[in-house]
């Protein structure tokens, strides 16, 4: 029997399952006026197991309505699970593309087998095409095995489809593939896009592409990428790169490549276009070999993704924030603006759902900072080092603890990014209860956390060290209903 405390920390903003486990987003889409959110999703335990398709949908991508299973694991070519894939509409229907795994001797090499399969359905319920699987191993160049062939994103370009898939080279390192179809069911390779050679971790995921302005965005997660000071601190994590696809070759030239997220909760972001021309990323919240703190507190449910963020360019840049549907949930404003030294509190700046603006500007302090989630001998630690230009997370004390399960692993309590010597820090922080998400510098640097503090832990302090610190706060409960006061 779960826990009668589950809902204390169940997150408003985050979607997470109604019960069960939940990993990768997928098919993210908009579809008949409605988004479309379908996820990897195990519903008889809150553990990573057979993978099906949950599905929610919403019309403002906050507020979400769980729907029926979209894809269960009973066919021959996926009866080990329906992993990662994309959806699009196709002639007025809902089609959705997802690898069909299968492992039927995890222990014996070479008998694993990934493919790529079609589903078409009416927005809540889904059959599969007799043609499936629809790209199997006989696509992959020279020949390759399929046991590491995965994440179809499909999307149509003219009077042909497109798709970019990972494939496991035969060096062991990732590599991400475009393939080309007239009609969705017949594919034809293209040609590599992005090649692993070594120097970004072992096996790439979950790939997907957009448009921003002049420029092509490829996004893919990395597994076991070299740990960094100031970047890649997690077991696993996602990029983004600038550039331009050939369509002809398949190549990808890039101009820069980037962490997206420095917290330690982000993976697998998949994108979607709204109709008023914004992209819209959102990624699960949670990583792999790490312990659940919701399965051990008793909780009949584990994971959650992201806010919905919207992507842009500043500066040559790519930027992240809170997508602006978030402000209709926001209550009355609040502001605030002190010259701190020690640590200060304002008065009904408290609790666990909040949206937060902060500067840190002018002054003499070395360090300054937040405190979060305060209370019990618990808090969440962000600290801004201004002569060394570096910010830092420490979510070592907030609450209950969350380990590393890999043998000889880095604690995953501290993460740091770089600002630079900027003479002020702004920040926006989005609190949910078990949920954190940070903007620095108007969302040129992102950092996604979970957390599992009592529901009394509702403190809030803005401190300085060394010295003064000029800080400015608007902030807002999010607790209202849409279309609330402002």
Same mark, same amino acid.
């Given at each position: 029997? @779960?826990?009668?405390?589950?809902?204390?920390?169940?997150?408003?903003?985050?979607?997470?399952?109604?019960?069960?486990?939940?990993?990768?987003?997928?098919?993210?889409?908009?579809?008949?006026?409605?988004?479309?959110?379908?996820?990897?999703?195990?519903?008889?335990?809150?553990?990573?197991?057979?993978?099906?398709?949950?599905?929610?949908?919403?019309?403002?991508?906050?507020?979400?309505?769980?729907?029926?299973?979209? =894809?269960?694991?009973?066919?021959?070519?996926?009866?080990?699970?329906?992993?990662?894939?994309?959806?699009?509409?196709?002639?007025?229907?809902?089609?959705?593309?997802?690898?069909?795994?299968?492992?039927?001797?995890?222990?014996?090499?070479?008998?694993?087998?990934?493919?790529?399969?079609?589903?078409?359905?009416?927005?809540?319920?889904?059959?599969?095409?007799?043609?499936?699987?629809?790209?199997?191993?006989?696509?992959?160049?020279?020949?390759?095995?399929?046991?590491?062939?995965?994440?179809?994103?499909?999307?149509?370009?003219?009077?042909?489809?497109?798709?970019?898939?990972?494939?496991? %080279?035969?060096?062991?390192?990732?590599?991400?593939?475009?393939?080309?179809?007239?009609?969705?069911?017949?594919?034809? =390779? /293209?040609?590599?896009?992005?090649?692993?050679?070594?120097? =970004?971790?072992?096996?790439?995921?979950?790939?997907?592409?957009?448009?921003?302005?002049?420029?092509? /965005?490829?996004?893919?997660?990395?597994?076991?990428?070299?740990? %960094?000071?100031?970047?890649?601190?997690?077991?696993?994590?996602? /990029?983004?790169?600038?550039?331009?696809?050939?369509?002809?070759?398949?190549?990808?030239?890039?101009?820069?490549?980037?962490?997206?997220?420095?917290?330690?909760?982000?993976? @697998?972001?998949?994108?979607?276009?709204?109709?008023?021309?914004?992209?819209?990323?959102?990624?699960?919240?949670?990583?792999?070999?790490?312990?659940?703190?919701?399965?051990?507190? +008793?909780?009949?449910?584990?994971?959650?993704?992201?806010?919905?963020?919207? /992507?842009?360019?500043? +500066?040559?840049?790519?930027?992240?924030?809170?997508?602006?549907?978030?402000?209709?949930?926001?209550?009355?404003?609040?502001?605030?603006?002190?010259?701190?030294?020690?640590?200060?509190?304002?008065?009904?700046?408290?609790?666990?759902?909040?949206?937060?603006?902060?500067?840190?500007?002018?002054?003499?302090?070395?360090?300054?900072?937040?405190?979060?989630?305060? +209370?019990?001998?618990?808090?969440?630690?962000?600290?801004?080092?201004?002569?060394?230009?570096?910010?830092?997370?420490?979510?070592?004390?907030?609450?209950?603890?969350?380990?590393?399960?890999?043998?000889?692993?880095?604690?995953?309590?501290?993460?740091? @990014?770089?600002?630079?010597?900027?003479?002020?820090?702004?920040?926006?922080?989005?609190?949910?209860?078990?949920?954190?998400?940070?903007?620095?510098?108007?969302?040129?640097?992102?950092?996604?956390?979970?957390?599992?503090?009592?529901?009394?832990?509702?403190?809030?302090?803005?401190?300085?060290?060394?010295?003064?610190?000029?800080?400015?706060?608007?902030?807002?409960?999010?607790?209202?209903?849409?279309?609330?006061?402002?």
């Amino acid at each position: 029997m @779960a826990n009668p405390e589950s809902s204390l920390f169940r997150n408003r903003f985050h979607l997470s399952p109604p019960r069960g486990w939940m990993n990768d987003p997928n098919g993210f889409s908009l579809f008949e006026n409605r988004y479309h959110l379908f996820y990897q999703y195990n519903p008889r335990d809150t553990v990573w197991g057979p993978m099906h398709w949950g599905h929610a949908v919403s019309p403002d991508l906050l507020d979400w309505t769980d729907l029926p299973i979209a =894809l269960t694991p009973d066919s021959k070519y996926d009866a080990g699970g329906c992993f990662s894939g994309s959806a699009l509409t196709v002639d007025g229907m809902h089609a959705l593309f997802y690898t069909g795994h299968l492992d039927p001797h995890p222990s014996v090499p070479g008998s694993r087998r990934e493919t790529q399969c079609l589903a078409i359905g009416d927005g809540s319920r889904y059959t599969k095409d007799p043609s499936n699987p629809v790209i199997d191993e006989r696509q992959l160049p020279s020949g390759l095995p399929s046991g590491d062939f995965r994440d179809p994103k499909v999307w149509r370009e003219g009077e042909r489809w497109l798709c970019i898939a990972v494939h496991r %080279q035969s060096d062991g390192f990732g590599q991400i593939l475009l393939f080309e179809s007239a009609d969705l069911r017949s594919w034809s =390779l /293209v040609g590599p896009v992005l090649r692993n050679r070594g120097e =970004l971790g072992g096996m790439w995921e979950c790939p997907d592409i957009f448009r921003l302005e002049d420029k092509e /965005v490829l996004v893919w997660s990395v597994m076991n990428p070299a740990r %960094q000071e100031t970047g890649f601190r997690n077991l696993h994590g996602a /990029v983004w790169a600038t550039g331009a696809l050939d369509r002809e070759t398949g190549m990808f030239a890039e101009e820069s490549r980037t962490e997206i997220d420095k917290g330690p909760d982000f993976y @697998a972001p998949q994108t979607v276009a709204t109709p008023d021309g914004r992209v819209v990323m959102i990624a699960w919240m949670q990583m792999w070999e790490r312990s659940s703190p919701s399965r051990e507190l +008793g909780l009949d449910w584990t994971g959650c993704m992201t806010l919905p963020r919207e /992507v842009f360019l500043s +500066g040559g840049r790519l930027c992240q924030r809170p997508i602006r549907e978030l402000e209709r949930y926001r209550g009355p404003c609040h502001s605030a603006s002190s010259r701190v030294e020690g640590a200060v509190a304002f008065p009904e700046l408290v609790g666990q759902c909040l949206d937060l603006e902060v500067v840190l500007g002018s002054g003499t302090a070395s360090r300054c900072g937040l405190l979060l989630y305060l +209370g019990d001998g618990e808090r969440t630690l962000l600290e801004w080092d201004r002569a060394g230009g570096i910010f830092t997370l420490d979510r070592s004390l907030s609450g209950h603890p969350i380990r590393n399960l890999t043998a000889g692993a880095p604690e995953c309590q501290v993460y740091r @990014a770089v600002t630079g010597t900027a003479d002020e820090l702004r920040l926006r922080l989005v609190l949910d209860r078990s949920a954190l998400e940070i903007f620095l510098q108007d969302g040129e640097i992102a950092m996604a956390c979970t957390l599992f503090p009592r529901e009394t832990s509702r403190g809030i302090r803005v401190f300085a060290e060394g010295g003064f610190i000029e800080c400015s706060l608007n902030w807002w409960n999010l607790d209202g209903i849409p279309g609330a006061v402002q």
